[in-house]
T-cell receptor, first 113, second 116 residues
């Protein structure tokens, strides 16, 4: 069965530092990949997604992610963290011909002043 | 345009009572999903609707949980005889269409359910 692993349930970075949130999936077939962000007491908002084509995907708020098939990874990065980036981030996958998202357990990002 | 809305935003109930949670999807979205988010857990899929039909109810935790969708729009998730372990945030999402796998799901703000 498809699964998603987010390494690190909590990540702290200093303001202005690189943000790197890790996501690995298990699938023999390249899936569709998504990153969502959840601010306190809010729903999930799509940051970016990979379906086909260019493996480096740019999203909102300066985030980007790179699909690496050989590593079954879809890590999320941002060159310079901002205080407003503090939130919980979820990686999700789905497969061709299905409707179901499989979510990781989330990574809570803390940005230190 | 309007996003996915859910009501109530918060619901506190006593153990054994029934509750109804409502979801208004984005207009024109044929697919609708319910998820449960418990403290320290990821998002747990509950049920999926395509139009008014629910092809996949496999995520419903027990027969106390049911859901319906009418007019291809509003959906209601009902939990009967609530238990304390039902306490969670219930999230609704909708998408233009479900099949294909690449469609973006748009999420509502959730309903926080607390069972005392």
């Amino acid at each position: 069965a498809q699964s998603v692993t987010q390494l690190g349930s909590h990540v702290s970075v200093s303001e202005g530092a690189l943000v790197l949130l890790r996501c690995n999936y298990s699938s023999s077939v390249p899936p569709y990949l998504f990153w969502y962000v959840q601010y306190p007491n809010q729903g999930l908002q799509l940051l970016l997604k990979y379906t086909t084509g260019a493996t480096l995907v740019k999203g909102i708020n300066g985030f980007e992610a790179e699909f690496k098939k050989s590593e079954t990874s879809f890590h999320l990065t941002k060159p310079s963290a901002h205080m407003s980036d503090a939130a919980e981030y979820f990686c999700a996958v789905s497969e061709t011909g299905t409707y179901k998202y499989i979510f990781g357990t989330g990574t809570r990002l803390k940005v230190l002043a | 345009g309007a996003g996915v809305s859910q009501s109530p935003s918060n619901k506190v109930t006593e153990k054994g009572k029934d509750v109804e949670l409502r979801c208004d999807p984005i207009s024109g979205h044929t697919a609708l999903y319910w998820y449960r988010q418990s403290l320290g857990q990821g998002l747990e899929f509950l049920i999926y609707f395509q139009g008014n039909s629910a092809p996949d109810k496999s995520g419903l935790p027990s027969d106390r949980f049911s859901a319906e969708r009418t007019g291809g729009s509003v959906s209601t998730l009902t939990i009967q005889r609530t238990q304390q372990e039902d306490s969670a945030v219930y999230l609704c999402a909708s998408s233009v269409q479900a099949w294909g796998g690449s469609d973006t799901q748009y999420f509502g703000p959730g309903t926080r359910l607390t069972v005392l």
